[in-house]
């Protein structure tokens, strides 16, 4: 599923790599994401999470350039009865284009939803937390080893 998410993203891709990259020394927490190549050069990453919804578990993937820019994120699956208006495009298309330096403030920079205001905050925090994390070990990503 992330990488047919991926190629509709990325269509010139010419290959896919799953990664499991180490967050600590333990090796406890890891990061899982798939890598986008194109001509064995790195063309962006997919990362799918879940957030805590009211209820229920959201899943979602974000899928970002090499440069760590949003180019797209899309909900896989939401489980709560209601709030469902974040999966809509217009809404998800604020992400495009923001990068991990950028804020993500719901209410602010990303608007909420009245009747998925859980939903609408949640996601975003989660879209803020992948950017962060990213930048943080963007060293350790496959284009910069």
Known sequence: ?????ARRVFPEATGFVHVTLPLNQAEK???QLLVVEKNNEVAGYAIIDDVKGKDQPITYCVIVD????VKSVEILAYREPYGGEIQNSSWLKQFFGKQPEDALRPGREIRNITGATISARSVTLGVKNILT???LVESRLPAHQ
């Open 29 to 31: 927490d890891t990061l």
């Open 133 to 135: 994390l990213l930048r």
């Open 1 to 5: 599923q992330t990488e047919a998410l």
């Open 66 to 69: 090499e440069k760590l820019a």
